[in-house]
């Protein structure tokens, strides 16, 4: 077992021992009664800290540690085995007292064991086997939650976040039934994530359609995995410390990725413990409530022909934030020549380290030029365009926390705005310089050669011609806001 093992218990037996010492045990123990432990002396300081509830030996400081390992040394003695291991047993008052604490620890652990039940049938409930969420999805993702909570809550106990293994849970009834229930929620909250990156990529190309915001944002954190990826992290570190699973740790991605490619080694990884536990051939190990269909290579995601799904994450993302969008303004202003590839080069706090920028073409008095802004930060701001809406307050209204009246039509402000940042403009890649190519641009001053001015504009960046700048500015400089907003 992977905790006894941790903590230095043994499965040798007196058998094992060389004959003089069998003879020197058999006279200080009576061997008849109860086997005694074989326990490695150098996993005394382990199992110290096992018996104290704690999850590692402690410092010369901790009095209590200090003196439970000095007792267990003291009633220790040392005996050589066949294959040439020197192990130590304890005396009969010493072991009588470390056997109840570890039937104490095993029955509080049977009890933790037990608790799982619960929160994993709540959220098993609201998951079919295939995959198919069966109740309101913002609720069924608070349901899965709670169950990664209390399966991690688990696997954290002090003393048994370094030593737990699967096989330890497969010591009872109550641990094999947490097991198979953890199994089986893991898997179906798989499936469940790749049925919601197929309805993102339905409602991209005009699929399928959400029944509000809301809708939209639980079905992207579904597509996420959430609580599916924290369980599976908890597997992979019960499974590194289980034998015949300990030998290749899974390598499972830190975040999940849009075209839901993170799915596959995170099946993988419950395969594998399935593919074990079966191997094991216990006739009382009944994985039947474990289903058989599992995410495989053939991944879910994004159409080939959707239009733009990594800015419908991008987008979902930040709705799901829901923080009030961007903060900070872009300010500053650079100037830079136009190469003969027709690129420039963007200030890259400019664009906050994005390597995608949304560029709109813009025209006023004075000529055409650039808007443009990184990918996160338009996000962001659609985001907050779209909260507005759906509250009916903000800039999309007109006045900021007024009310509108309630009706179907949109105001033209919330119309303008949001052609402007969705289908107006063009997500354009940096080229490997981290330059922005303005090939397929057209506005006043794309020549070689040119000089243009980049300049912060608070929400986003414009991209003009320096002469073409240089003549709005001195517009602006006219420009009286007191005689504006206050009149004469």
Known sequence: MSIWSSIGITSYQPGDLVPDDLEGLAAWRDLGRTRPLLIRPDKIGELASFLLDRAEPGPMSDRRFVMLRQTLFAAARAYRTTDGRELVALDDATESSVRRRLDELARDDGRALLSLGMPLALAEHAVGEDGAVT???????????????????????????????????????????????????????????????????????????????????????????????????????????????????????????????????????????????????????????????????????????????????ALLSELARDDGGPTGLLLGSSEATVLDDLSVAVPGHLLEGDRRAYVTRRSDEFGSYLGCVGESRRAGILARLITDEQQLVGPAWNLPGDEAAPGDAFPATFDEEFDRLSIEGDLIDLDERGRLPLDELAFDGRAPGATLVICGDGEDLRIAERDQETRRLAHAGDWDPMTTFFGD
């Open 135 to 313: 109740e309101d999805r913002a609720r069924a993702l608070e349901t899965w939650e709670r169950a990664a909570d209390a399966v991690e809550a688990l696997a954290s106990r002090p003393r048994l976040a370094r030593r737990l293994g699967l096989d330890d849970m497969l010591r009872g009834i109550d641990g094999t039934h947490a097991l198979v229930a953890t199994l089986e929620l893991y898997r179906r909250l798989q499936l469940a994530a790749g049925r919601a990156i197929d309805d993102l990529s339905a409602a991209t190309i005009g699929h399928h359609d959400f029944r509000d915001v809301d809708d939209a944002v639980a079905t992207w954190r579904i597509s996420q995995g959430d609580a599916a990826r924290r369980i599976g992290v908890a597997l992979d570190g019960l499974a590194s410390r289980t034998p015949g699973l300990d030998d290749a740790p899974a390598d499972l991605p830190a975040e999940a990725s849009y075209d839901g490619s993170w799915i596959l080694p995170f099946s993988r990884l419950g395969q594998r413990v399935m593919a074990w536990a079966l191997g094991l051939e216990r006739p009382t190990l009944d994985l039947a409530g474990v289903g058989a269909a599992w995410p495989g290579p053939a991944l879910y995601g994004y159409d080939d022909y959707e239009e733009e799904p990594r800015a419908a994450h």
